[in-house]
């Protein structure tokens, strides 16, 4: 008992100094449970193997293809822009549009999503957005208590009473507790942003690190010089390659990309696939070829190889209007350095397309910008030139460093660009998921549906790659996780977890179950605000199971107050990482959360005292 305690000690010293990373921690422990003897090797590992593991993982992925399809984008802009310029309707829609997301997603995914855009529409509607950033973080966490996966705590008590024989918690069970936290923190918020917040990022200056892709595109004109033309099953230019067709030369014509749309069986799983234009690519039926020229030109090619011409009001499935997307082709920016071999060359002498893949689609020359017959257009010193390919090409150039740099971060900005054509098939699956959870006559455990969605979602084609699906799980918090699981088995193993439950049901329980409903929160309120609230709960949903045990009554309720406690905490900028993630963005210090932020926990936990046996009865 004594070790397990010095090792639970020293674990939680280090997790508060924050000096060494937290999954380490956690593994280090681990290994001193096994060392000691006090787990077995098997009952070590078994958290590495527990379900609420599984699920976290597949939630990660389902959640990282909401983002990439830019579904959760596209809802949230939508009902943002209903505001207006009204901050109080602002505000409203800022607090329930991120608590909804924050139900099915990540607190620190909605507000890495939520974020730009909200500043976007603040600044659009002359508002402060000093004043919704703060709420945006709380609000992401506020709405993961709405559903049962949408807070590792949420999972973790799940796990707790399951594991001790009684009933499980359904999907909804959390929504009444959730929709209690949203209205206590915008009654609460309301007045103390107000006060509090009003003057905070009035003073922002934002820094640029680089061009945005859709800034690039109105900088060189692009939009301005873009055509497309479909391949008809009449058209002669199908089976001939670019090169065939002398596009260059006698049209003096840059063919930017060619996209084919393959439908397949049903239009929510088509795929669109880009392919750089290089002199080989063979066109076929459907094909629609993006060139850049004169118009006049741009007719003339149409016309000798009957190619249909699409203007600006022609729909093309994968985007609806005249402009470049980006998928898996984008542009960046290069400057060429002083030193550069390919001064006094050609565009085609310098083969940007034979060595790297990729096109020069203009060149930015002091203020003056060059997009017409760029293949014999001369490079000079200090010339920034445009390119277009795939973006690990892009990316490549800059190891090329002696020669150019780079301007922006080209895999940054490629792993921004989102698959929207993608988007009904992960509204889809996601539903499917939600469907397998909540309703009882589809024989499907939990994690097993959140597998199926996971998967789904990479077979479908909501990720590039199984590789970008694997980006989207947070590992440091898994195996966080999975190394702490154990630690409350040693507590439980060992009698500490009994000695500090029957202290708790002695001392507090003798006051009655609302007296310990009470000191479970606010103890669990309290390490949260130093802990993590996975650690936290982790180590206090036992403890919480085992005090209401003792004295006889429901744990549920006390199991709630672990979770909730866990995960509204917000009196530390540094307790959560979506307080974390807005402090710079809305200029807040530290008393700024005090200030605002220790109130609303107190109020909060104070309502969910009173709240929670109400809810479920002791």
Known sequence: MTITLIILLIASILFVSGKVRSDLVALCSLIALMVFDILTPQEALSGFSN???????????????????????????????????????????????????????????TVALMLPIV?????????????????????????????????????IIQNTLSS?????????????????????????????????????????????????????????????????????????AIGKTVAEM??????????????????????FLKTVTQKLASSDTAISHGDILYASG????????????????????????????????????????????????????????????????????????????????????????????????????????????????????????????????????????????????????????????VLIASVLMVITGCFRSMDAAYK??????????????PMSLALEKTGVSNIISDAMAGGLGSYGPMALLAGIYFTTSLMTMFISNTVTAVLMAPIALQSAVCIGVSPIPYLFAVTVAASMCFASPFSTPPNALVMQAGQYTFMDYIKVGLPLQIIMGIVMILALPLLFPF
Request: positive net charge; glycine residues 8%; contains cysteine.
């Open 51 to 109: 379900d609420v593991v599984i699920m976290m993982i597949g939630l990660f992925i389902v959640g990282g293809a909401i983002f990439q399809t830019g579904l959760a984008k596209m809802i949230s802009s939508r009902i943002l822009k209903l505001a207006g310029n009204s901050e109080t309707k602002l505000f409203l829609l800022v607090m329930l549009v991120t608590s909804a997301i924050g139900a099915f997603v990540s607190n620190t995914g």
């Open 119 to 155: 500043v976007s529409l603040a600044k659009n509607a002359g508002i402060n957005s000093g004043r919704l950033l703060m709420p945006l973080a709380f609000a992401s966490s506020m709405g993961g208590m709405l559903t049962l996966i949408g807070t590792p705590p949420n999972l």
């Open 164 to 236: 001790a024989g009684f009933e499980p918690l359904s999907f909804f069970s959390f929504t009444p507790v959730g929709l209690i936290c949203i209205a206590t923190g915008i009654a609460v918020l309301l007045p103390l942003t107000k006060k509090f917040l009003s003057k905070k990022g009035k003073e922002k200056t934002e820094k640029k690190t680089g061009k945005t892709l859709k800034q690039l595109v109105e900088e060189y004109g692009l939009a301005d010089n873009l055509f497309r033309l479909r391949a008809t099953e009449k058209s002669s």
């Open 246 to 267: 002398d596009v260059r030369r006698k049209y003096s014509l840059n063919i930017l990309e060619i996209r084919r749309i393959d439908a397949g069986q049903h239009r």
């Open 294 to 449: 004169n118009a006049d030109s741009v007719n003339r090619f149409a016309e000798d190889f009957g190619l249909e011409l699409l203007d600006i009001h022609a729909t093309e499935e994968a985007k609806e209007r005249k402009s470049l997307a980006f998928y898996d082709i984008g542009i960046a920016e290069i400057l060429l350095m002083p030193t550069s071999r390919i001064f006094k060359q050609t565009v085609k002498e310098a083969g940007f397309r034979d060595k790297f893949n990729v096109n020069v689609l203009g060149i930015r020359r002091k203020k003056e910008y060059i997009l017409h017959d760029l293949g014999e257009a001369v490079i000079h010193n200090g010339d920034v030139l445009l390119v277009q390919g795939a973006w690990p090409d892009i990316a490549r150039l800059s190891k090329e460093d002696t020669e150019w740099v780079v301007l922006g971060q080209p895999m940054s900005e490629a792993q921004k660009v989102t698959l929207d054509y993608k988007a009904p098939v992960a509204a889809l699956i996601m539903a499917l998921m939600v469907a397998m959870m909540v309703f009882d006559f589809i024989p499907v455990a939990p994690v097993t549906a």
């Open 472 to 485: 989207t799980i947070n590992w440091e918090t898994i195996v966080l996780f999975a190394a702490m699981l």
